[in-house]
Nanobody, 125 residues
Framework: QLQLVESGGGLVHTGGSLRLSCAAS????????VSWFRQAPGKEREGVSC????????YYADSMKGRFTISRDNAKNTVYLEMNSLKPDDTAVYFC??????????????????WGQGTQVTVSS
């Protein structure tokens, strides 16, 4: 059974940092393109960052460039999202998702068949 489990969310002040983890079981994560999405109350789910299968190419939404870093630890079968310089606008539930295709497709949540349960990130002003 393919499963993704996020962890690492919490409450931080503006300017703080968090590292989210997305641990996979039932499949090898580097054979999948993995993305982070987030959803704030009353808003649509939006793509945050992506790391492609195999070659590890990365992509970030514009508002996250320079602040967020996505990485993958194949030995731990885990993808991370390091978030720095956090702002109140970053408050959301963060989800990781996986798809077998190479392309990130961050604007197409329906292209991702595997999702974690989400982890809450709250940034206080």
């Amino acid at each position: 059974q393919l499963q993704l489990v996020e962890s690492g969310g919490g409450l931080v002040h503006t300017g703080g940092s968090l590292r989210l983890s997305c641990a996979a079981s039932g499949f090898t994560l580097d054979e999948y393109t993995v993305s982070w999405f987030r959803q704030a109350p009353g808003k649509e789910r939006e793509g945050v960052s992506c790391i492609r299968r195999r070659d590890g190419g990365t992509y970030y939404a514009d508002s996250m460039k320079g602040r967020f870093t996505i990485s993958r630890d194949n030995a731990k079968n885990t993808v991370y999202l390091e978030m720095n310089s956090l702002k109140p606008d970053d408050t959301a539930v963060y989800f990781c998702a996986a798809r077998s295709a190479l392309v990130c497709a961050l604007s197409q949540t329906e292209q991702y068949p595997y999702w974690g349960q989400g982890t809450q990130v709250t940034v206080s002003s």
